[in-house]
Nanobody, 126 residues
Framework: QVQPVESGGGLVQAGGSLRLSCAATGRSFNRKAMAWFRQAPGNEREFVGSIAWNGGPTLYSDSVKGRFTISRDNAKKTVLLQMNNLEPEDTAIYYC???????????????????WGQGTQVTVSS
């Protein structure tokens, strides 16, 4: 297991930036595609972005494309989500997740990820 642990959430004004970090402990981290999802109150969990096991291909939801950037450092077993030009609609709990399958392709489906962190709250004020 990867056992992701998220950090870096907080309160920010609209137009501001935050950087979320996901730290992993498992040996298999380097073989896992990683993703960020978010969930606002009353809403289903929503895909934000994902990155391949080797840091190559990335995928973003249309709502964050051009504003958010996902990256990873396999030596440090971390995944970062740089969030710029934040909007109130970005307010949610953000979750880091590891792919169910080793060397999996990047995916936006919740089902393709089976190792989830506890989440970190991001609040964007208008």
């Amino acid at each position: 297991q990867v056992q992701p642990v998220e950090s870096g959430g907080g309160l920010v004004q609209a137009g501001g930036s935050l950087r979320l970090s996901c730290a992993a402990t498992g040996r298999s981290f380097n073989r896992k595609a990683m993703a960020w999802f978010r969930q606002a109150p009353g809403n289903e969990r929503e895909f934000v972005g994902s990155i391949a096991w080797n840091g190559g291909p990335t995928l973003y939801s249309d709502s964050v494309k051009g504003r958010f950037t996902i990256s990873r450092d396999n030596a440090k077993k971390t995944v970062l989500l740089q969030m710029n030009n934040l909007e109130p609609e970005d307010t949610a709990i953000y979750y880091c997740a590891a792919s169910r399958v080793d060397f999996a392709g990047i995916s936006s489906r919740v089902y393709d990820y089976d190792d989830w962190g506890q989440g970190t709250q991001v609040t964007v004020s208008s």
